[in-house]
Each structure stands twice: as structure tokens, then as C-alpha cells.
């Protein structure tokens, strides 16, 4: 079994910064990927950015690019989301996502509240 513990959501304005972090502890062994997804009010949960182990293979969704950077720190089986430039519509519930040979596993999600 995986343990993600998500951390640094929180309420910002328009135009500022976040930088989340997830950790992830238990039976990892080999990570395939990390990533964020997130769910919006009353929308589905999308791919925010998604990360391979080595840091070679990296994804954003159009909605992010050029604002969002992930990076991973395999030595720390932690995962960051630098949040930049947010919008109000940034503003969800943001999970940790890790895939290894056991599956997917999924952190419990932390707010993210773009408004001014």
C-alpha cells in the first residue's frame, strides 16, 4: 500500500503563486509516475501534469502550460506543482497521483482558491 500526504494548497489572488508538495511512503518500490489531477465544482476530475520517475517524460494539460512547472525528487519520493500566474478558474481540489506496479494510488486532495 502507497501514503500520499499532499501540502501548500491554500487561498490566493488572482496572479499569485502556489507551490504544492506530496510525499508518498509505504510499499513504492519502483514509481513509474507522479502527477496532479484536479477537480473543479461541478466538473470532472482532468490531468493537471504528470511526471516520469527520471524527469524525462513530463505532460501538462493546455490549460497550465507556460504557468504550472511539476518536478520530482526521487531521492525525497516527493512531487511539486509550482503554481504561477492562477486564475480563478485554477481553483479545485488538487490530488496527488502516483503509478508503480501496484497501480494508481491518490493523495486525499487540497484546496486550491484563486478569488480576490
Known amino acids: 500500500q502507497v501514503q500520499l500526504v499532499e501540502s501548500g494548497g491554500g487561498l490566493v489572488q488572482p496572479g499569485g503563486s502556489l507551490r504544492l508538495s506530496c510525499t508518498a511512503s509505504g510499499n513504492i518500490f519502483i514509481i513509474y509516475t507522479m502527477g496532479w489531477y484536479r477537480r473543479a465544482p461541478g466538473k470532472q476530475r482532468e490531468l493537471v501534469a504528470s511526471v516520469s520517475s527520471g524527469g524525462g517524460n513530463i505532460n501538462y494539460a493546455d490549460s497550465v502550460k507556460g504557468r504550472f512547472t511539476i518536478s520530482i525528487d526521487n531521492a525525497k519520493n516527493t512531487v511539486y506543482l509550482q503554481m504561477n500566474s492562477l486564475k480563478p478558474e485554477d481553483t479545485a481540489v488538487y490530488y496527488c497521483?502516483?503509478?508503480?506496479?501496484?497501480?494508481?494510488?491518490w493523495g486525499q486532495g487540497t484546496q486550491v482558491i484563486v478569488s480576490s
Open positions: 497521483n502516483l503509478n508503480n506496479y501496484l497501480g494508481a494510488s
